[in-house]
């Protein structure tokens, strides 16, 4: 079965740092485009941060100055790390993991992420 599963502290200080991991089962992370999205209340999902094989790292213009990804294909798992967090950084923090050449776009289940003092 295939699956995305995110894992991470989900309450983070103002001014702290977010680290959040995805691991994928039931198929393999090589030749995917792996990406990290946020939706916060009543807003629409946005893109993080996203990276493709080619070392190639696409960053959302809301976060890109605080954000980044790093992905480890041998043990099928992709990382977010977030700096300088403020409140509105509050959001469910999904992995999307995709290949469209063979028609597939997985998403894990999405994490809640609370910045708060």
């Known amino acids: 079965q295939v699956q995305l599963v995110e894992a991470g502290r989900g309450l983070v200080l103002i001014g702290g740092t977010l680290r959040l991991c995805c691991v994928a089962?039931?198929?393999?992370?090589?030749?995917?485009?792996l990406g990290w999205y946020r939706q916060a209340l009543g807003k629409q999902r946005e893109l993080g941060v996203s990276?493709?094989?080619?070392?190639?790292?696409n960053f959302g213009d809301s976060v890109q100055r605080r954000i980044n990804i790093s992905r480890d294909d041998g043990k099928n798992t992709v990382y977010l790390q977030m700096n300088s967090l403020k409140a509105e950084h509050t959001a469910v923090y999904y992995c999307?993991?995709?290949?469209?050449?063979?028609?597939?776009?997985?998403w894990g289940q999405g994490t809640q992420v609370t910045v708060s003092s």
């Open positions: 999307d993991a995709e290949r469209w050449v063979l028609g597939h776009n997985y």
């Open positions: 089962y039931g198929f393999e992370f090589d030749g995917y485009d």
């Open positions: 990276s493709i094989p080619s070392d190639k790292t």
